[in-house]
């Protein structure tokens, strides 16, 4: 993926699955690193919108399929019957988390689901860019707006508010990470959110600019 040949801070960032396999301890597939845990955990913080302590479909994540769909108003949306398809693919994400089948994900469950992702990750990395490109690029659509080809603060604001959270943090967040990036500031482009995403899920590495991509939420 030629969005991984970047620099950050003028260093060469490569491919973090050529920085494991170079590593005197490289990075055990079968062990969840701890700097991945801690992200999760503090992921399925943002995604627990009552802040109950659990993931239910009903009250956590069809209200924000709910606003997301109607940021678009009457304006035509990307992609068709959006609110159906975002339905469909938070239930299906929270069923394949939902670990012991009780109709609610707990934080546990959710650190866990993720092991075997992380590992299929590292086993076939360019099959798992091509699925993030495939899913980070359809969300990227549902977010920008005017469909120009790039996520303003505003976006991002939006999906932050669709979870309950406030949304001032997340211009100067993305700024920091932009520059970083040595990109330029107040915008993001497809390939370069395809790029934070896959760091922030994947590359264990806490100096990362993905690292920071929820911000002090996550």
Request: hydrophobic share 40%; glycine share 6%; charged share 25%.
């Amino acid at each position: 993926m030629s969005s991984l040949q970047v620099k950050a801070n003028a260093t060469h960032i490569e491919p973090f699955e050529n920085r494991w396999a170079k590593h005197e301890k490289p990075f055990d597939p079968c062990v969840m690193h701890p700097e991945l845990k801690r992200r999760y955990q503090k992921l399925f913080n943002f995604y627990d919108k009552t802040g109950d302590g659990r993931l239910v479909f009903a009250d956590d994540l069809a209200p924000v399929a709910d606003a997301i769909d109607a940021r678009w108003g009457k304006n035509k949306r990307p992609i068709p019957n959006l609110l159906k398809l975002l339905y469909t693919t938070y239930q299906k994400e929270n069923s394949r988390r939902d670990l012991n089948h009780d109709g609610q994900v707990e934080p546990d469950e959710f650190v866990s689901a993720h092991e075997n992702v992380v590992n299929s990750f590292q086993a076939s990395p360019d099959k798992a860019r091509a699925f993030i490109r495939q899913a980070a690029g359809g969300f990227f659509s549902c977010l920008d707006l005017d469909q120009d080809g790039w996520l303003v603060p505003d976006d991002l604001a939006a999906y932050a508010e669709a979870y309950g959270h406030p949304s001032d943090w997340v211009e100067t967040n993305l700024n920091a990470m932009l520059q970083m990036l040595d990109k330029p500031l107040g915008r993001i482009d497809l390939e370069t959110f395809l790029l934070l995403i896959e760091q922030y899920w994947f590359d264990p590495s806490p100096n990362v600019p993905g690292a920071k991509l929820f911000g002090q939420s996550a």
